[in-house]
């Protein structure tokens, strides 16, 4: 017998009662005694009035609006134990440790743990000691954990960052795949899904596969307007400096700095250390590293803290005032929760994007390394039989008798396996032994592979625009009970408010806009490329990130409009801009060009000595 069985076998009789209607109505009372709060935050009431009548929720929330009272509150209104599911250990660790501030029974288990502080955690689980017991969604895979939650069923599942469960969320684990399946033997338990990043197709998803029934869906504002986005486009070699500057203001402390890499993470870690209380924060740290590190933010011992966005750190510190992304995200989803990190209390505070073209290499690079190319799959796939065969076997094969790719990203049959499982080209037991599955996993892969690309494309082309950022994001989520009205505050609404301020056009940009003007008044409704074309041939200087700067100068003075468009090319998507002049165009004047204003410009960056170069001799004085 196993040790999770032994514990449940005594505890047959220990079913929580189900909750008097009177703690049901009581959930103003609750707020007050048990969380110390007068009233509710936006929407929360609403959810939390769902939740404790037993109705199954998915709630899409902000990060930063309360969304773990919408589970807490209703938890302790219907007794018993409420089983909360994240993929964030930091973010349990955190979770948990507020509870107890706040006098409510709470543990974790999670790979973080021994395996006697999970025993334990087991133990009080089953007698009844806990009123939240949060864990992370790859326990369910450990024999006889199902078992046990049944033996004694909660009477709340809460399932924390429920995007993880969707192949078109930003972050999908695939850990959380099989959610649905173990959930539905803890039923009659309702289910409450929260996140702060959905579209709607994953809202659909996120209900399908956690098998959500008559599910009350509540989707509520996306706007931060005390989060001023600002946007800079700086190559890799420019952020460390300009990041050193944003900083100095006390003002723009405390701060957090997303980097790419954990390689980039660590250059900044080593650049700001000299100058700031900076942590560090990423994977292939210690986990008592990590711990500490996140500690002494929450704490303020720390000022800065770099993370990578890979890993995410379930930071929850009401007073960051700067959250900066030294490259390009993958997806906006992403993007979004993370810059939700600052002005959680609700004050002034900016979201500062740094990126470049080169930036698109990194994420090329992630998806080969976490989506490989079908052909890579299909090989493993074609080795697979009814009969089992063990991981480490079909390993050995994929490395030496497969064609598979030269240089073939660390990890990639692990990655492959990983996908064929998901997609249900194969199944895998607890051993490691695999077997064959459905021919048919090919088409949902290909799919999901082109979805991750278009994320990809889509954090890029939120870069050019030319409007307001917040709305932007708005517009994306589909969040239709927003009055649509701009934000006032980002870079685009207050382009004073740029990070490097603004400038007047020089002289060279002015005869640029001459230059566009004419060609619109001839030819309108130009596509941004053909424009370039244009241009080069009387100013050959121009490039065609002088030409973007220019164009965005120009819809900010609302003398031209821009228009996003696409072609389909080998059964792909190719996205393209067209330039239009508006009536405001059509009236503008060479005297109007004096009043229009440039981003200011980025500290030039030192050459690069050419190869076989002699360093200069410095002269003696």
């Known amino acids: 017998m196993s040790t999770l069985e032994s514990l449940t076998a005594h505890t047959d009789r220990l079913h929580p009662e189900p909750a008097p209607q009177s703690a049901l109505l009581n959930l103003r009372s609750l707020l007050n005694s048990k969380f110390g709060f007068q009233a509710f935050r936006n929407h929360q009431e609403e959810v939390c009035l769902h939740v404790a009548t037993g109705r199954d929720v998915l709630l899409v929330m902000p990060t930063g609006a309360g969304k773990s009272l919408c589970y807490q509150l209703p938890g302790l209104a219907r007794g018993g134990t409420t089983l909360v599911v ?29 395996r006697d502080e999970s025993r ?41 960052e429920a995007h993880c469960i969707s192949q078109w969320g930003h972050d999908f684990r695939p850990d959380y795949r099989t959610l649905g399946e173990h959930l539905q033997a803890l039923r009659p338990a309702n289910v409450v899904a929260l996140t702060a990043t ?33 946007l800079m486009e700086a190559q890799p070699s420019q952020r460390l400096p300009l990041i050193q500057s944003l900083l100095k203001k006390d003002q723009s402390r405390p701060a957090m700095i997303y980097a790419p890499t954990r390689k980039v993470a660590e250059q900044l870690f080593e650049g ?89 290499r990194t994420h090329e690079f992630f998806l080969g390394r976490d989506y490989p190319e079908v052909s890579v799959i ?8 009814p009969e089992k065969i063990h991981s480490d076997i079909l390993k050995q094969d994929f490395a030496s008798d497969f064609k598979s790719p030269q240089n073939q990203p660390e990890g990639a049959f692990e990655k492959a396996i990983e996908k064929l499982v998901i997609h249900r080209g194969a199944a895998i037991d607890f051993e490691g032994c695999v077997t064959v599955g459905v021919a048919s996993w090919e088409k949902s892969y290909v799919e999901q592979r082109r979805h991750k690309e278009k994320m990809a494309l889509q954090m890029s082309q939120f870069t050019q625009l ?156």
């Not at 090989?379 to 697979?384: G, P």
């Open 120 to 160: 334990s955690a087991c133990v009080q689980y089953l007698l009844g000691k806990l009123d939240f017991l949060l864990i992370a969604p790859e326990r369910f895979s450990v024999p006889g954990f199902l078992a046990m939650l049944q033996k004694r069923k909660p009477t709340l599942i809460a399932v924390d």
């Open 466 to 621: 030319h409007f307001c950022r917040m709305l932007g994001l708005i517009q994306y989520f589909g969040d239709q009970k927003d009055p649509g009205t701009p934000c006032g505050v980002c870079d685009s609404c207050d382009p004073s408010q740029a990070p490097l301020g603004v400038r007047p056009l020089t002289r060279e940009e002015q005869g640029w806009v001459a230059q566009i003007m004419a060609t619109l008044s001839v030819n309108d409704r130009r596509a941004s490329g053909r424009l370039h074309k244009d241009l080069l041939e009387d100013s050959p200087a121009i490039t065609r990130f002088d030409l973007e700067r220019i164009l965005e100068v120009l819809v900010k003075g609302g003398w031209v409009s821009l228009a996003h468009e696409s072609f389909e090319k080998d059964g792909k998507s190719i996205p393209f801009k067209t330039v239009s002049l508006t009536s405001q165009g059509q009236r503008a004047k060479a005297d109007d060009l004096a009043r229009l204003k440039i981003a200011g410009d980025l500290p030039s960056r030192p050459k690069t000595p050419k190869k076989g170069a002699r360093p200069r001799k410095r002269r003696k004085s």
């Open 86 to 114: 994240s993929p964030l250990l930091a973010l349990i660790e955190d979770q948990v440790d507020k509870m107890k501030r706040l006098g409510l029974r709470a543990d974790r288990i999670h790979s973080g743990r021994t």
């Open 378 to 385: 299909k090989q493993i796939f074609e080795k697979l039989k």
């Open 198 to 230: 959905a579209t709607p197709v994953v809202q659909d998803d996120i209900c399908k596969q956690l098998r959500l029934t008559d599910e009350a869906r509540l989707i509520h504002g996306f706007r931060r307007n005390n989060i001023a986005i600002q």
């Open 272 to 360: 700001l250390k000299s100058q700031f209380r900076v942590g560090i924060y990423h994977a292939g740290l210690l986990p008592q590293v990590r711990e500490k590190n996140q500690s002494q933010f929450l704490q303020g011992n720390l000022e800065v803290i770099v993370a990578t966005v890979a890993f995410g750190m379930g930071v929850d510190k009401a007073n960051i005032r700067t959250v900066i992304h030294a490259g390009l995200p993958g997806s906006i989803e992403g993007y979004y929760q993370e810059i939700g990190r600052a002005g959680r209390d609700g004050h002034p505070s900016r979201a500062i994007l740094m990126h470049a073209y080169v930036d698109q």
